[in-house]
């Protein structure tokens, strides 16, 4: 990494208010060239509820001074209810959320320092809002750079997948969305209105769960704000940028296909977790990503020729062979370039599961505890150990060994006949690689709840005794599997905590012979006479100074633990999500984190499925200022119905200020 504390431009950085059509302030920090007044810049706008002052602050000095001494204005604003801005915030990706956006693009464009030229970008929600509001084509929209985001917010986000709920993080994100929005503005920014304006958020809250759980199928909720709906809604020039390690990897894929021919776009996907390309955490290699952004930003808000056009459509990483880990400081593998997708290069290959008769699956309900975390962010135990004991747990269908290298690009298929025991089931694929020594290394999973398995939007039953040919797509990956593994496909009818059960204990009878696994292959020959993709190395600003330390009492306490209760058939898996711990900052603040997650469940028993979402957070300033907020939220599940708890208490100086519970239950309808 290169740090660069020098720019072309004199950077200064101012903080402002910046007006909404129904009058309430967003608070924004500005990093622009001191000259801007005299030589206008265009804006880049990052928009995001995770608050400027404390949160993200590390990575706002890592990329705002950069865009902003390479001629930009670089906007970072907290949206409505959220860090020190006004308002509250009732849910994600609201209409007044993005509407709040196009009014900030509008207020930007109209400035005497900017051209009138807006870019958007962010990470995750940052990126997801990004994609949105270019939906909505504000005029001086003319780029968005969106990394690790989604097109579709019901089968590609935190709450469902494949049909089916995501246990581990609908539950997980709701509870840290929970502590999110019940945290104040700062007083050295808001001054004396801060309690009160903390009074007004947590008087509005309400857990977003209860509302992501009463929308089991894909309906006009989830609709709003998934870009997939309509592609062509979208004209300015997107970057979509995604990591192979990233639950959001196939939006890239996605983008890449639906807008080419309707909006200039360009894919890049790396081997990379839920981080921006340029950070150095595993997996590597990193890239120089801020100069990739800067080709992107000049060639559109410039009008400066880059050659970013001149880029494959595609940019991907293939990832080699590795032995099973939950921690790569670097994968290895190389780029390669696609200039369509679906491409030329790759061709589907077909693979019949085998000739065997009928095969019952029929898994323990902990099967998916070595499954890793659904957002690896670059700590020690993200990524999934070695699959063996799962694949124990599930049905195998095994490869001989390949005599040659087989390299695969996209999201590869999974087609069964099967019947379900019960009307209501879910059936997960995994596609691992199996060394010589036995040990198997996940390369892609995917998961079909089997009542929206005719639609999203739709639950139908199964009706017992039926043989149907179900058909459903993995995660996207590149990897080259090399001669003397196997290419094994498991398929299991459990997958905790990753997805909820069904309230009862059911079996597939699958026919291997009608069955098949189908692998988009790649051609290597395609690379010959191509210039090889090459990347700069990594450059940021300056870091900002702040000091990091442990959680209080958590220093020995281990990121992921599994434990099996033997007499009671209980499973424990508890995770620690390590977001960053302890901070303080340069200004004096002083900010503290810690969170637990806990899923539990019994091999034999779907209801007895439970998971739980624990947090505590303080800030404080000196003597002056000393907050603390602790929420914490359950769900678990009867035959008919999901029953949610949830509590928040709020203090300040040693006083109460809030506390609140709620009991929630919704019926069961697809989940």
């Given amino acids: 990494m290169r740090y660069r504390d020098t720019f072309d431009r004199q950077v200064e950085v101012q903080d402002v208010w910046i007006p909404t059509r129904d009058g309430t302030r967003l608070h924004a920090r500005i990093w622009r060239p001191a000259d801007a007044d005299t030589a206008p810049v265009p804006a880049l706008l990052e928009y995001l509820p995770y608050r400027k002052s404390d949160w993200t602050a590390p990575r706002d000095a890592q990329r705002h001074p950069y865009y902003a001494g390479h001629g930009y204005a670089s906007v970072r604003v907290d949206m409505r209810g ?29 400035q005497p320092w900017c051209t009138g030229k807006v870019g958007m970008f962010g990470i995750s929600w940052g990126g ?18 969106t990394v690790c985001s989604t097109d579709d917010r019901y089968d590609n986000d935190v709450h469902y997948t494949g049909g089916a709920v995501l246990g581990i993080d609908m539950l997980a994100w709701a509870g840290t969305m929970l502590a999110f929005t019940a945290r104040p503005p700062d007083p050295a920014t808001v001054g004396d209105e801060w309690l009160p304006m903390w009074r007004e958020r947590l008087d509005a809250l309400e857990p977003y769960l209860h509302t992501w759980l009463a929308h089991q199928e894909r309906d006009a909720y989830w609709r709003h704000g998934s870009v997939c709906e309509d592609y062509a809604a979208i004209d300015a020039a997107v970057l979509a940028v995604g990591g192979w390690a990233d ?55 410039k009008g400066e020729e880059t050659g970013v056009m001149d880029d494959p459509v595609l940019r991907g990483w293939i990832n080699d062979s590795v032995p099973p880990a939950t921690f790569y400081e670097t994968m290895p593998g190389r780029w390669v370039g696609e200039d369509a997708w679906p491409s030329p290069s ?3 290959d077909e693979r019949p599961l085998g000739t065997a008769g009928p095969v019952v699956v029929r898994s323990p309900q902990h099967t998916g505890v070595d499954a890793g975390r659904f957002f690896p962010y670059g700590n020690l135990t993200d990524l999934p150990t070695d699959q063996r004991e799962e694949d124990g747990r599930s049905v195998c269908f095994d490869s001989a060994p390949l005599t040659d290298r087989v390299e695969i690009l996209g999201r590869p298929r999974v087609r ?86 069904h309230g009862e204990r059911g079996a597939l009878t699958v026919l291997p012979a009608d069955s098949a696994v189908l692998l988009p292959v790649r051609d290597p020959a395609y690379d010959e006479g191509r210039e090889p993709i090459r990347f700069d190395e990594p450059e940021q600003a300056v870091p900002l100074a702040v000091t990091t330390e442990p959680p209080a009492g958590t220093a020995d306490r281990p990121e992921r633990r599994v434990t099996h209760d033997v007499a009671t058939g ?8 390590n977001y960053g711990g302890t901070r303080t900052y340069p200004d004096g603040l002083r900010y503290e984190e810690s969170a637990t997650e806990t899923y539990r469940i ?10 739980s979402s624990r947090w505590r957070t303080r800030l404080r300033r000196g003597e002056q200022w000393d907050v603390e907020i602790t929420t914490g939220t359950e769900l678990r599940a009867t035959a008919t119905e999901f029953i949610m708890d949830s509590h928040v208490e709020a203090r ?20």
């Avoid at 300040?652 to 989940?671: D, F, L, M, Q």
């Fill in 82 to 110: 959220s860090g020190d801005s006004e308002g509250v915030m009732l849910d994600e990706y609201t209409p007044t959320e993005l509407d709040d956006g196009v009014d900030v693009i509008n207020w930007l464009a109209a």
């Fill in 128 to 145: 997801f809002n990004a994609l949105q509001i270019a939906a909505l084509r504000p005029e001086p929209l003319k780029a968005i750079v």
């Fill in 247 to 301: 639950p959001y990897r196939d939006t890239v894929l996605r983008l890449v296909e639906n807008l080419d021919g309707t909006a200039p776009v360009r894919g890049l996907i790396g081997p990379w977790s839920h981080q921006y390309p340029d950070t150095g955490l595993p997996p590597g290699p990193a890239i120089g990503f801020l100069q990739e952004t800067l080709r992107w930003w000049d060639q559109w808000l």
């Fill in 346 to 348: 790759v061709t589907w």
């Fill in 416 to 501: 069964l006949r099967l019947d379900s025991a019960t009307p209501r089931a879910n059936v997960i694929a995994r596609v691992c690689d199996v060394a010589p020594d036995g040990s198997s290394t996940l390369v892609t999973r995917g998961v079909l709840n089997l009542l929206s398995r005719h639609g999203r939007d739709q639950a139908v039953e199964w009706t017992p005794g039926t043989f149907e040919d179900v058909e459903f797509e993995l995660n996207g990956t590149g990897y080259a599997f090399p001669p003397g593994h196997r290419i094994r496909v498991a398929v299991s009818d459990a997958y905790w905590p990753w997805v909820w059960p």
């Fill in 570 to 577: 209980e499973w424990t898996l508890e995770v620690d999500p």
């Fill in 602 to 611: 019994r091999s034999g028993d779907p209801l007895s499925a439970v998971a």
């Fill in 652 to 671: 300040a100086n040693g006083e109460t200020v809030a506390k609140r519970a709620w009991h929630r239950a919704v019926p069961r309808t697809s989940a």
